[in-house]
Structures are given as C-alpha cells and as structure tokens.
Nanobody, 125 residues
Framework: VQLQASGGGSVQAGGSLSLSCAAS????????MGWFRQAPGKEREFVAT???????YYSDSVKGRFTISGDNAKKTAYLQMNNLKPEDTAVYFC????????????????????WGQGTLVTVSS
C-alpha cells in the first residue's frame, strides 16, 4: 500500500495550492481518504475527509477555504486550498481509513491505517 502526496510548496497569504494523493495497493472505492496536517512543534490535526454518504467534513479552521475531493478511477484524492493563511503552514498528510469507521471517529488520526509521506505547505505573510 502506498499513498503518494504531492503539490506542496510556498505561497503568499491569500494564494492557493492544490494537493494530490495517489493511492496504490488498496481498493480505493472501499475506503475513504482524509487530510491531516502538522505544524512545527504541534500535534497532527485533522483537516478534511469525505464520509460514507459523500458528505465532506472539515476542521473549523479551514472550512470555507479548503475543498476535499476524490477520483475513484484515478485512485486519487485532492485538497484544494484557497485563501491560504500563514497559520496553514504545515506538513500535510493524506491518509486512508476503512469504510467501517464510524462517523464519530472520522476526525481521529487513529482511525486511519495508511498514511502518505507528507508534503510541506509554507504560507508567507
């Protein structure tokens, strides 16, 4: 199983970036993807995921600015990030969880059993 995240980079505040996460070795349609991030000196935190019904869930800090999506045919998840802020600076990780994970656990890192290597996003003011 491999999750390959890409698309990170440096951008000024107010700018946009699009992250991709290509999955291999898993049955993509039977699993759900999520994005987490970890800023220097801080714990890994939930960013976004898609639920079983197709509902998208976001952390309050990114709601309205970030959009998660996926392409089952390409086995790829995306995170479109708009109106970026310096506090969005972090290493972003994509992760995969089994479809059996219940709604109350969607934001928990422990519910995800496969992780990508992370891609760095730096937002300057």
């Amino acid at each position: 199983v491999q999750l390959q995240a890409s698309g990170g980079g440096s951008v000024q505040a107010g700018g946009s970036l699009s992250l991709s996460c290509a999955a291999s070795g898993i049955t993509f349609s039977n699993r759900f993807m999520g994005w987490f991030r970890q800023a220097p000196g801080k714990e890994r935190e939930f960013v976004a995921t898609i639920g079983r019904s197709g509902t998208r869930y976001y952390s309050d800090s990114v709601k309205g600015r970030f959009t998660i999506s996926g392409d089952n045919a390409k086995k790829t998840a995306y995170l479109q990030m708009n109106n970026l802020k310096p506090e969005d600076t972090a290493v972003y990780f994509c992760a995969s969880r089994p479809s059996s994970v219940i709604l109350s656990q969607l934001r928990a890192a422990s519910a995800y059993d496969y992780w990508g290597q992370g891609t760095l996003v730096t937002v300057s003011s």
